[in-house]
Each structure stands twice: as C-alpha cells, then as structure tokens.
C-alpha cells in the first residue's frame, strides 16, 4: 500500500526547547478533534513522517504511541496507523444569528412545486416533454462526434458567449420558426431558461429600485428570480387577450410575459396588447423579457409574430429552450440579446458559470443543422396535435358540465377551470390520486393569490389511447365529490 501524502502544516517549536513531542501531540491531536483528520484517515508511516517535517524517528513514534494511548488513532500491525473512529467531535452550534449574514430572501427561500409522485397509469403532469418519441441514436451518433472533434482541441475554456456553431444554428432556427431576426453574435447560449432569467436580474435590477411587471397568474421561477436581485413585484392580471397592458404601472422598469401560451393559463397575447406593450415599453424606457416556451408546438394557427420581430427599438430580450421540444435534463436555452446590453450579459454569464458544457452544445449545433431539430418538432406536433384534441373531446364528453376549458393554440398543457364551486381542485387532484390519475391542481404551482380552481392538463406523459379513459374516471371522481 503506497503511504499517503500527509498535507496538514505542522509548526515546529524552537530547536532545544524540549517541547516538541508536547507541541506535535497539541497539533496532530487537535486536527484530529475538530474533524481536519477525518476518521479512518491513513497516517503516514512514522519514517516518513519524520522525515517529512524534520524530526527524529524515535519522536514519531513516541507520538504515535501517545495518541494510540489516549484513542485517538489505531495502530494496525502490517496496515498502518489510522485515525480512530470516533475520535473527532461534533462542531458547537452554529451562531444563532448566522443567518443574518445572508441575504433576507433567502434565509427563507421559497419552495416550488411540491416533488411529483411516483408515474400514476394516467400522468399529466406539465412542463415535460415524451422522450419516447426523442431519437436517441441519432442524438448519441452526434455526441460521440462531437467528442471526437473536441479531443483533438487543445484544453481550453470555451466561449461563455456560447459555441459559434450552436449560436449559428439557433439564429438560423429561430429566423425560421418564429421570424426572429437575429445574428449570431446576437445569441447567448444560457444552461436552461432559468439561467437566463438569473443573468438578465443580474444586469436590469438595481436593489430596491428596479420595478419588474408580470403576468398574474404567472411563472413563479421568474419572479424568484428578480425578487432574489432586490427588484420590486407588481403583479398584472391576465385575460383572454393576454396580460393587461393598461394596468402596467408607468413605474414598471422590466415587464416579464409569455406571450405565445401564457403560464399557466394558455391564453396567447392579442396583436393589439402585443403592439400596446411595446409602445408602453417605448414611452416608458422599459424593458421587455419575452419568454416564447412552447411555440414549437401549435395547433392548426399560425403564431402572432414574436414580440422581438416587431420591436423596433431594441428593448426586448427573447428567451428560448430546448427542454421542451427536445428532453428536460439537456439544460440549454438561450437569450436573444439587443446590442446595448451584450456586453454585460455576456460578462455575467462568464462570471456565473463561464460556459454552458462545450460537448452538449456541440452536438444540438449538429442535431439542429442537419434538420433533425425541424424533423422532430413536426413529428411531435402531430403527436401532441392529437393528445390536445383527444383532451378536448374527452372533457367535452365527459365533463361538459364540470370543466371549461381554456383554448390555447398551442403549447404541452391545456388548462381547465372547474365550473362547480362546490369543488376545490386540490381536493379532486387527491382523490384522483388514489385511483392513478396524476392530476395537479394550479395551487400546486405557487402563482400568488389568483385564488384560480382548476386544473392543468400536461400532454408530454400520457399517450393518446388514454386520455379518454382517464377523463372519465376524473368525471365520476368529481361527480361522487359534488354528492
């Protein structure tokens, strides 16, 4: 067995002071208490110890012999001397008033959604995609590529603006599917839609000052996200034009929407609220943060243009992921940036995390290049086209008298409020629950007080052939409730 490095600075005593088995027990005995030795770790042999710091063998061992002796290590004939088990002790309480040191929003961080149960037979859960469906061959040719490719790269950091392929792909995909008019220097390329979010708080909110409009109901991650910069919240209702521009207070420096399916509800922004936003946004100097999740998935309309594409003034940020039309755990997303605030997206995606990985990147550059990115998204618009229909007739059929469905023309949830009062969502979700529907109320997603009762229907994890049965099933669970 190869001896261990022994790393732990030890300070001699001065030469004839005859204090030194005195000061190296206090040492080694004292880094073994408060945990820097941790129990089991391997000392090293007394010879090399000795000649490691500079003392005599016979002092090495007399230390070691002392230690033994008091239980602090154990010595192994033919393996060694350890630390003993129990030989450290626990750290005394923490300052109880520690947590004034941190930031006030997160001594008590909020909670999302509640962690999901194991898969019902009838899953809706929403915000994930049917991987099922995903080529994976394709997806690992292309990784195994890329990693050839970046073998043969000299080590280095990579860009923390994001690969040039992948940047030259999005802009060539985003032109296409969306009409958003952008370069490549335009992209970042950001690890998933919540790192944009943090990153674009990082640079828009002054503490205490800056003012953030949203959606209410909206997407929770988002407010977090400012809230935890030091912006101001002003919550803005939501019809079935989309958020009301009218009621955004002049004082909104940063006005966050979903404009093409609106979270949670499903709404899409009117083009007279999308032209009225931007010329608030134009009047006002503000900002705003257009976060188009789902787009790819529409349902025989064709979308409003971007808010991006009609801007004119460069004061909106386009967010985008491939979370959703690809799979959850590939955490890519990206900003279409203006030009006036590159330089400091950029310098604060870099000091974030420098660069979403290299070899991921890489290879969605060729998946999206080569036209398996198009391929896919149309096959699974068909394949979510029926899921969505199948929903919308099964409620009609089944729950006509219970459920009213919020039309959305596109996106992977369908909302659905209950029409009954006498009815409280969480309580049908739970009782669903027990005859294997995964069913999740909107209180489960922490959308303020909007005091909503109902239901959000995810497609990605339910096939077509089982929406209908389980529609019903949530029928008779909720007509047993109302007797």
């Known amino acids: 067995m190869t001896d261990p490095i022994f790393e732990l600075a030890i300070d001699l005593p001065p030469q004839g002071s005859g204090k030194l088995l005195r000061v190296l027990h206090l040492q080694l005995r004292s880094a073994i208490v408060n945990g820097r030795l941790h129990p089991g770790t391997r000392l090293p042999a007394t010879r090399q110890l000795a000649a490691s710091i500079g003392i005599s063998r016979n002092t090495a061992v007399a230390l070691y012999d002392l230690l033994q002796s008091q239980g602090y290590i154990d010595i192994r004939p033919g393996a060694g001397a350890f630390v003993a088990r ?48 995903f080529p994976f061959q394709i ?10 490719t970046l073998a043969k790269m000299p080590s280095h950091y990579a860009d923390p603006q994001g690969q040039a392929s992948l940047r030259e792909a999005i802009a060539g995909h985003v032109s296409f599917a969306r009409a958003v008019a952008c370069q490549t220097e ?69 006005v966050y929407v979903t404009p093409t399916h609106q979270f949670p509800l499903g709404h899409t922004l009117s083009m007279s ?4 936003l931007l010329e608030f946004a134009r009047q006002h100097r503000a900002v705003i943060i257009e976060d188009d999740y ?61 660069h979403s990985p290299a070899l991921e990147q890489e290879t969605l550059a060729s998946y999206i290049a080569e036209g398996h990115l198009a391929r ?13 229909a199948a929903l919308i007739s099964s409620i009609t059929h089944h729950c006509d008298d219970l459920l009213e469905p919020i039309s959305a023309a596109c996106g ?13 969502a969480e309580d049908i979700a739970e009782r669903a629950a027990d005859i294997g529907i995964g069913l999740y109320a909107l209180t489960r997603y922490p959308i303020a007080e909007s005091g909503l009762n ?25 007509r047993d409730e109302r007797s």
């Open 454 to 478: 109902g239901f959000a229907f995810g497609l990605g994890m339910i096939d077509r052939e089982d929406v209908d049965e389980a529609i019903a099933r949530l029928a008779e669970t909720m």
């Open 273 to 276: 609220r999308r032209t009225a």
């Open 186 to 254: 335009d992209i970042l390329v950001t690890t998933g839609i919540q790192q944009a979010l943090d990153l674009l708080a990082r640079i828009l909110v002054t503490p205490g000052q800056t003012t953030l409009a949203m959606e209410e109901p909206g997407y929770q991650p988002a407010k977090i996200a400012f809230i935890a910069a030091g912006a101001k919240v002003i919550d803005i209702p939501v019809d079935n034009e989309g958020i009301c521009v009218a009621q955004i207070p002049s004082q909104a420096d940063v």
């Open 294 to 354: 789902d787009s790819e998935f529409r349902y025989g309309s064709y979308p409003l243009d971007a808010l991006q594409t009609l801007d004119r003034n460069g004061l909106v940020f386009y967010l985008g992921t491939f979370s959703k039309c690809l799979f959850p755990t590939l955490r890519l997303g990206f900003v279409v940036m203006p030009a006036w605030s590159r330089q400091a997206l950029i310098a604060a995606k870099r000091f974030s995390d420098w």
């Open 86 to 133: 129990y030989a450290s002790q626990p750290p005394p309480p923490a300052d109880s008033q520690a947590d004034s040191r941190l930031n006030p929003f997160w001594r008590n961080p909020p909670s999302l959604s509640p962690p999901f149960q194991p898969p019902y037979r009838f899953d809706f859960r929403i915000g994930l995609s049917d991987t099922s469906n």
């Open 139 to 148: 997806w690992q040719r292309l990784l195994l590529r890329s990693q050839r």
């Open 412 to 424: 992977l949830h369908l909302t659905a409020l209950l029409k009954d009062n006498r009815l409280q």
């Open 376 to 388: 896919h998204i149309r096959r699974m618009r068909k394949v979510y086209g029926e899921r969505h």
